[in-house]
């Protein structure tokens, strides 16, 4: 059976073009930098966040850390988001390989961290404290409803960390859904950060691999770390090719996702037992409960839908995040909406 599939718009899978690309890229060995279509890849991701260079890597959660390696010493204190990925779902990477300790604050329901609640944070110099070196955002906001943060806003999170000598980093990694989504260049909305990572393996439909941007020095040192993880990669430009296409043509129909989202939301709120987030959805993710009165919990939904063809993904008992992509067509909105209803009768 064809599922279709809303778990999350990782489960992508390469389109045709991508495949094509792919069995007749152009590669060499990379660790020489001997890969000519990795270094396209990397030209284009740099010049397209209007940043110095860039650096292909194998996931999303690498590029973070090496982010959080390069910019950190051992002891310092990183500001994350208490609802963010680098903090929740990177398995303790910063802590257990870098040595660096995360300062969570409250993400506020609109993704973003207060700037109060940041300045407070901010260690002041003293012997007993650790070292506050770097704040991060993420944007989209995933747990937040998929939520973009502004230009306006990353702008003084930067000037506030720049004014207190610290770095900014951005977990980007839906950044071309966040520019889409509010009609501004993605050059623009990371302008202040001064590392980027952003994921070529979620809606841009890329196989694998992800990004990490930023000046020439940093990337020269993550490159060097990411040898150190073991994510030094060889004839890497089979993969880098679908990237080329990610950035090229996939970045252009991220405008479509949302629609289908917005499609999505409107249907499953006609349907009695469900309760759409208000507000939902701001980009590519639809999230929604089960009505107190509904009699099962979102495991046996899970099941029924199944059953009918489509695979969706609770969060907690009787919440679900649905996310569109590429693969999700009318069609598919429209099956979704009528398994749930069925799957609640
Ligand atoms: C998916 C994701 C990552 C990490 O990407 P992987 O390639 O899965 O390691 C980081 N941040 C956010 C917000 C994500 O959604």
Known sequence: MEYIDLRSDTV???TPEMREAMAEAEVGDDVYRDDPTVNRLEELAAEMLGKEAALFVPSGTMGNLLALLVHCQRGDEVIV????????NEAGGMSALGGIQPCPI???????????????????????HPITRLICL???????????LTAEYTRQIGELAHHNHLRLHLDGARIFNAAIAQNVSVEELV????????????????????????????????????????GGM????????AGIISLEKMTKRLGEDHARARKLADGLRQVEGLEVDAGSPYTNMVYL????????NAQQIIQRMRDDGVLVDSESARRF?????????????????SAFAKSLR
């Open 12 to 14: 992508t899978k390469p």
């Open 81 to 88: 988001g208490n609802q963010s990925h680098i903090y929740l």
């Open 106 to 128: 409250q993400n506020q329901p609109d993704g973003s961290l207060a700037i109060k609640d940041i300045f407070a944070s901010i260690r002041t110099e003293d012997v007993h």
């Open 138 to 148: 993420e944007n989209t906001q995933n747990i937040c409803g998929g939520v973009p």
């Open 191 to 230: 302008k202040p950060a001064d590392s980027v990572m952003f994921c070529l393996s979620k809606g841009l439909a890329a196989p694998i691999g992800s990004m990490l941007v930023g000046t020439n020095k940093f990337i020269a040192r993550a490159r060097h770390i990411r040898k150190m993880l073991g």
């Open 234 to 241: 060889r004839q890497v430009g089979v993969l880098a090719a």
């Open 289 to 296: 409960n089960l009505s107190e009165n509904v009699p099962v």
């Open 321 to 337: 995040r649905l996310v569109t992509h590429f693969w999700i067509d009318d069609a598919a909105v429209e099956k979704t909406v």
